[in-house]
């Protein structure tokens, strides 16, 4: 979703992510807008539920997907983390020998 930051003017884009979880938050605690950080000033831009929605019309679908889908690369992360904590140590590296002549 591409935005315009109301104090420098300049566009900036939030992705998916940060849209479905500010329709969320939205959502669950009853707010009228959702407060976007501009990319350059670091500034909270406001942006209207109505917008929010109109850019995401199945945004709760998509927002269980998105979880559905972290869930799953959290299960891999782990299994990654076990696999490193039962090797222990890295293997050696062997060192070259020197072929020098004398």
């Known amino acids: 979703m591409q935005l ?4 420098c ?10 849209a479905l979880a500010g329709l969320y938050s939205i959502k669950t605690e009853g707010m ?3 407060d976007a950080s501009c990319a350059y000033c670091q500034r909270a831009t406001r942006i209207a539920s109505d917008r929010m929605l109109q850019n995401y019309p199945n945004w709760e679908e ?27 140590t890295k293997p050696k590296k062997e060192k ?3 072929t020098r002549k004398r």
């Open 4 to 7: 315009q930051c109301s104090y």
């Open 9 to 18: 003017n300049k566009m900036f884009m939030i992705n998916k992510e940060a």
């Open 32 to 34: 009228q807008h959702y």
């Open 62 to 88: 998509e927002y269980e997907t998105m979880l559905k889908e972290a869930k799953v690369f959290e299960k891999k992360q782990a299994a990654l983390e076990k696999e490193l904590s039962e090797r222990k």
């Open 96 to 98: 070259k020998k020197r």
